[in-house]
């Protein structure tokens, strides 16, 4: 659907989708991925999006620059952050769909893109069933950009020419993970796992004993684009005692395949903002931590 909210013509049956006049008083919802949470990175219709906004419904992963340039008044924290608090997903469905009827322009603000294990799909069929109006923008999602910014492509020539993007974090209702790591370590590709720190220990347990060499090249990068990003390497062997020597925490994207090696062949020339000056975790104080500002 376009901005000024326009749906589907008349005559639709009880089977089909609901649809909305333009003359109903129903506010429109926005769907909006803010990318890894740098502000250079957000689009531009997100941020057109997000200033002309009634209320912005957001999660705390588009960090804190970018939260922080949003109005205090017109901002709702509808965040989940695993192991710690969190709001129902059913709360920040029925939210959306009062402030829409209420009139509202309602900007969803998620991290990275909104249809990455963002819960994008779940809230549009919400929004689909309840006959309210919305619209998907996308965003750079964490997943790619969150790897780049520390040098490490996601695909390449000479180590990878497939990625796979799994959740670290799934439904905990689920009777059994639907994460065949069996399968993913028999592709030879790179391996991009979203939200998965806490379950490292118990996934390269897995990804080894389906086959995967102990020696595969492994990357943890915490707070992708943000101010205090950190980044540790490692194997499949020794990256959870890196991750403990570094204090790396949720967020976090973990990087598993050959192509994570290339982090050590370019990073002294790497001049992405608050990458380039981070050591591997091998290499940092004493105190495990990962300096954001040392060359």
Same mark, same amino acid.
């Given at each position: 659907? =376009?901005?000024?909210?326009a749906?589907? $013509?008349?005559?639709?049956? %009880? ?7 333009? !003359? ?7 769907? +909006? ?5 740098d502000?250079?990175l957000?689009?531009? /219709?997100?941020?057109? #999006?997000?200033? =002309? ?14 939260? $922080? ?13 695993a ?9 920040? @469905?029925?939210r ?13 603000? /998620? $991290? ?14 919400? #929004? ?13 999602? =964490?997943?790619?950009?969150?790897? =780049?910014? %520390?040098? &490490? ?6 180590? %990878? ?5 799994v959740?670290?974090?799934?439904d905990?209702? /689920?009777?059994?993970?639907? +994460? !065949?790591?069996?399968a993913?370590?028999?592709?030879g590709?790179? &391996? ?9 220990? *118990?996934?390269? *347990?897995?990804?080894? !004993? ?8 492994? *990357? #943890? ?10 980044? %540790?390497?490692g194997?499949? !062997?020794?990256?959870?005692d ?9 967020p976090?994207?973990?990087? &598993? ?14 001049? @992405?903002?608050?990458?380039?000056? +981070?050591?591997? *975790? ?14």
């Amino acid at each position: 659907m =376009s901005d000024d909210g326009a749906g589907a $013509g008349s005559g639709a049956n %009880a089977d089909e989708p609901p649809t909305r006049r333009r !003359d109903d008083g129903v506010g429109t919802v926005f769907l +909006v991925g803010s990318g890894p949470g740098d502000p250079d990175l957000l689009t531009v /219709k997100a941020k057109r #999006l997000i200033e =002309s906004a009634d209320v912005v419904l957001h999660d705390k992963l588009p960090g804190p620059e970018i939260l $922080g340039e949003i109005p205090e008044a017109k901002r709702e924290d509808v965040g989940k952050r695993a192991g710690g608090e969190w709001t129902p997903q059913e709360y920040t @469905n029925r939210r959306m769909v009062e402030l829409a009827r209420e009139g509202n322009r309602v900007v969803r603000l /998620k $991290g990275g893109d909104p249809f990455v294990f963002g819960r994008g799909g779940e809230e549009a069929e919400h #929004l689909a069933e309840a006959g309210v109006p919305f619209e998907v923008v996308p965003g750079v999602t =964490s997943a790619i950009a969150g790897p =780049s910014v %520390a040098g &490490i492509p996601v695909t390449h020539r000479d180590h %990878a020419s497939s990625v796979s993007f799994v959740t670290g974090h799934e439904d905990p209702t /689920k009777d059994e993970s639907a +994460v !065949d790591w069996e399968a993913l370590a028999a592709t030879g590709g790179t &391996i991009v796992v979203l939200m998965g720190v806490g379950k490292l220990p *118990a996934y390269t *347990a897995e990804l080894r !004993d389906a086959g995967l060499g102990g020696d595969t090249p492994v *990357a #943890l990068v915490e707070r992708a684009t943000w101010p205090d990003m950190r980044v %540790a390497t490692g194997t499949l !062997d020794t990256i959870v005692d890196a991750r403990d020597e570094a204090g790396i925490e949720p967020p976090a994207i973990t990087v &598993i395949g050959d192509v994570a090696a290339t982090r050590d062949r370019v990073v002294t020339f790497l001049e @992405n903002a608050g990458s380039a000056p +981070v050591r591997p *975790a091998t290499e940092g104080d004493d105190d495990g931590s990962v300096g954001g500002d040392e060359t």
